[in-house]
């Protein structure tokens, strides 16, 4: 039987970050998943300043065969209504595109853990020193659950995945174009374009990366999910922002807002981290910012616990995500108590103003520029 102080099942950013963050901190890591890297992931994929700074991410280094997307501005509008378009001075970008395809398997690769690839995660078994996961009989001291919405260590210590909670469902397709669509297609690499929907259910994005074009939607009422994407592709199309002969086959996936997460996240022996926790932020939806967080969180509780991973010592990775994040299950804030067709008049009128989509659709909601980067000591990489 193979003994491993800690496995994190799941390569996505979080597991490969938390890996990342314990390099030097004399534990055997392995990182265990059911893909082979890189693989494709749904995802609109960008990521903001602060996340190159906790990663300590050379951009120049990065963008050697790889893609990075300067963003500049945004347009932002109800579905429908004029766009109002928002850009920032300076010379330095506020967000950058990637694809999952390539960044996952890049911090993936750097987190220095023993990798086992295209190994899916079966069951596990409570032992005296930690948990015997029955795959190819191996013990872990600790168990770390990294495999996003649908995570199967969530579902091992007792998360209802699908049935109690209240999810985002999202649909979305990235393809390259074909040299011939790049140069009819309108968007801009620099300012990628965002929709919300009239109902204020979710919104959708088209966003231009390179060759690549990325386009999706997501809703909290996931509810004829496919009749919405298909109406939204159909505006697209009509307005001359996608390719008429582009492909109609979205990929699905699911994800908590942190706010509505009621997961456990913390049992003897076991850590849920990234989206396996339910922390994508509420407004954006963004899950890679908060995945990395709580991986850097986790770590550093990790090495504190020195070997005794029992719920006591592990409750204070709850405690650091609560000062991060805020309280789960908050009372409604005032805009959640308003009627909900009071609502929809104000974003109407307010999502037509230049001050309100960049100070607080995008500089608060998807940059959260208010929100300084958890820049945690780190070892030299």
């Known amino acids: 039987m193979q003994q491993v102080d800690v496995l994190i099942i799941g390569g996505g950013p979080a597991g490969s970050t938390l890996a990342w963050s314990l390099r030097d901190a ?3 890591v392995v990182i265990m998943d059911k893909m082979t890297f890189p693989r494709d992931k749904v995802c609109a994929g960008w990521v903001t ?7 300590q991410i050379d951009l120049e280094e990065y963008a050697n065969g790889r893609t990075i997307q300067p963003i500049r501005g945004f347009r932002v509008s109800q579905l429908g209504k004029k766009q109002v378009e928002s850009r920032y001075p300076g010379e330095e970008p506020v967000s950058y595109g990637i694809r999952r395809y390539e960044f996952d398997d890049y911090l993936l690769r750097r987190s220095g853990a023993e990798l086992w690839l295209g190994k899916a995660f079966k069951s596990m078994q409570q032992a005296d020193d930690g948990w015997i996961v029955v795959n190819d009989t191996i013990r872990a001291r600790l168990v ?6 649908f995570c199967p260590v969530a579902r091992a210590i007792g998360a209802k995945l699908g ?3 209240q999810i985002v469902a999202a649909q979305e397709i990235e393809f390259e174009m074909s040299a011939e669509q790049q140069a009819a297609c309108p968007i801009q690499g620099e ?10 259910a979710g919104y959708g994005w088209i966003f231009r990366k390179g060759a690549y074009l990325n386009i999706g939607l997501g809703r909290e009422d996931n509810h004829k999910l496919s009749e919405h994407v298909q109406a939204f592709c159909a505006y697209l199309k009509k307005q001359g922002k996608v ?15 942190y ?3 009621l997961r456990e996240v913390v049992k003897d022996g076991v850590l849920l981290i990234g989206d396996a926790a339910g922390l994508a932020y509420p407004q954006s939806g963004e899950g890679i910012r908060p995945a990395v967080e709580s991986a850097l969180l986790a770590a550093k509780v990790i090495r504190g616990c020195e070997g005794d991973y029992q719920r006591e010592q592990l409750q204070q990775y709850y405690r650091l995500l609560t000062a991060r994040f805020g309280e789960r299950q908050p009372k409604p804030d005032l805009m959640e108590r308003l009627p909900l067709g009071l609502k929809q008049l104000l974003a109407g009128q307010l999502m037509q103003t230049r001050w309100f989509t960049r100070k607080v659709v995008m500089d608060r909601w998807f940059l959260q520029t208010h929100q300084p980067p958890l820049l945690l000591e780190q070892p030299a990489a």
């Open 259 to 261: 706010p509505h997460a």
């Open 191 to 200: 300012i990628p374009e965002l929709f919300f929907t009239p109902d204020l």
């Open 26 to 28: 004399g534990l055997k």
């Open 163 to 165: 049935r109690a909670e």
């Open 49 to 55: 300043p602060a996340v190159v700074q906790e990663l």
């Open 243 to 257: 390719p008429a002969d582009m492909s109609e086959k979205f990929h699905g996936h699911a994800y908590l807002l």
């Open 144 to 149: 770390v659950g990294a495999g996003g919405h």
